[in-house]
């Protein structure tokens, strides 16, 4: 592709301003200044969603379910936030995660996101009280009033975004079987706030036996932090054109913090 002087110039522009190469991360470059064009504005404006479909029948109407896997319960909710809380929260862990400070593999996750002096903090403390909202509602549907006594002892974000076939042979593919649990932890949650498809969602495997759980964006995931599980990520085809970001949250146990 052949630029323009002006266009190599603004090019480089955006490049400065979010600390990278424009030659080797120009896709980077691109998707996050589309985000800001098309993100909401201060005057209000919103990007297009599915919540301006005049049609009803189009509309995602779910609120929350709950079914058992190998004696777990397993919850999902759904259209928690709105368009704007969604892009303020991607627009703070993508500053996040422009810093040197994060952890960068196959994927990047934050490292610092919980001592962040957060720019938008009245969509984090939307966030935040929803998710005890939903934490108290699992306490009431599995009737284990101990968990009302659960606390976050750890949270961080995770974007897999423009990544080759090296870093797939590394861990990403999902039959290379890499999954994992968090022992230290009671309980686990999964915010999806960005998926290219639902069928990038979460595996989670007890006792020889496997589910995998779509990941709709603008949904959560409440599961056992002891149960082996493990991301699906989108092949590098797709995560080139659109990334998987997810905010993971781990509930202790007051009592051992």
Not at 160 to 177: F, S
Not at 185 to 211: A, C, H, Q, V, W
Request: hydrophobic share 30%; with cysteine; charged share 30%.
């Amino acid at each position: 592709m052949n630029l323009s002087k002006q266009q190599e110039d603004y090019i480089q522009r955006l490049a400065d301003r979010l600390g990278v190469d424009p030659e080797t991360r120009l896709d980077e470059i691109i998707s996050d200044e589309y985000m800001r064009t098309f993100r909401p504005a201060e005057t209000g404006t919103e990007c297009p969603t599915v919540d301006h479909i005049e049609d009803d029948y189009y509309k995602d109407k779910r609120d929350y379910e709950t079914f058992s896997f190998m004696g777990n319960t397993i919850y999902r909710a759904y259209n928690i936030f709105t368009p704007h809380v969604l892009n303020e929260l991607e627009e703070e862990i993508d500053d996040e995660l422009r810093s040197p400070n994060k952890w960068d593999r196959s994927v990047e996750v934050t490292k610092g996101l919980s001592a962040r002096k957060l720019k938008y903090r009245i969509s984090w403390f939307i966030f935040f009280s929803e998710i005890k909202k939903h934490l108290y509602r699992y306490a009431k549907l599995t009737n284990n009033k101990k968990i009302l006594d659960y606390k976050i002892a750890s949270y961080w974000a995770k974007r897999m975004k423009g990544n080759t076939e090296e870093d797939y042979d590394q861990e990403l593919y999902i039959n290379y079987r890499n999954t994992h649990k968090h022992d230290d932890f009671d309980l686990g949650m999964i915010f999806y706030l960005n998926n290219p498809s639902r069928i990038y969602g979460t595996l989670i495997e007890n006792d020889n036996k496997e589910i995998i759980l779509p990941g709709d964006t603008n949904s959560l995931l409440i599961h056992h932090s002891d149960i082996n599980h493990s991301p699906v990520m989108p092949q590098p085809i797709v995560a080139n054109k659109a990334h998987r970001c997810v905010i993971v949250i781990d509930f202790k146990h007051e009592s051992k913090l």
